[in-house]
């Protein structure tokens, strides 16, 4: 394979970023959530995160200071964030929700049942760890160990820090890829409620962590 040479994302990186974060959505279903909870389109929620990342605000995955892109050949071939959690004294998840709030107002107020179904499967983040999320590869160049690549580039960059991935739990091979370098499983949580797969790919979410 020819070398493959990680970057922090810049604004030309922009639309592989949303394609990541799309991507990593889907997490191999046919449900990307956050368009079946708001009742918008994949291309709408596209322009939301173009509008979001414009914004530049620190310690969520929703922007480009907290991104990484692979590339082999000067092609972006895959990508993720990290960020540390709540160094600023508020967490991502609580960033993340008073972004949507203040984006869309109205679908959040409509949708506030919904919001509290999808909130009993959140699971605390620790704070001052690396928080790593939408870890992706596009099509084209999976089955190369891009993935492996990525969490060891992690590993390099932070080495004084804990690690911690929140991912949903139908996502299996990547959750045994992970486990295979060093994480455990923290915390698992289920919903009873069967409509919770009418919003997310799984009715599981799952906590794992790398300590150092």
Not at 58 to 82: A, K, R, S, T, Y
Not at 122 to 139: D, K
Not at 202 to 207: G, N
Request: include cysteine; charge should be negative.
């Amino acid at each position: 394979m020819d070398e493959l040479i990680f970057k922090k994302a810049t604004k030309s990186d922009l639309q592989f970023v949303i394609d990541c974060i799309i991507g990593a959505e889907y997490s191999g279903s046919q449900i990307l959530s956050y368009c079946a909870l708001f009742e918008i389109t994949e291309s709408e929620f596209r322009e939301l995160l173009i509008e979001i990342i414009d914004e530049e605000i620190e310690g969520q995955p929703w922007n480009l200071e907290h991104w990484f892109i692979g590339f082999i050949d000067n092609i972006q071939v895959c990508g993720g964030c990290c960020w540390i959690e709540a160094e600023n004294g508020i967490g991502s998840d609580m960033l993340k929700s008073q972004i949507l709030q203040y984006f869309l107002p109205e679908k959040w107020k409509m949708k506030l049942d919904e919001l509290k179904l999808i909130s009993e499967l959140t699971i605390p983040r620790i704070p001052n760890s690396i928080e790593v999320e939408y870890f992706y590869t596009h099509p084209d160049f999976r089955n190369r160990g891009l993935i492996t690549s990525m969490i060891y580039f992690i590993d390099e960059t932070f080495p004084d820090r804990n690690k911690e991935i929140i991912m949903v739990g139908n996502n299996v091979r990547a959750m045994e890829l992970y486990k295979r370098h060093g994480y455990d499983v923290r915390e698992i949580k289920t919903s009873t409620q069967k409509n919770i797969l009418t919003l997310l790919p799984s009715d599981t979410k799952v906590a794992l962590l790398k300590k150092i």
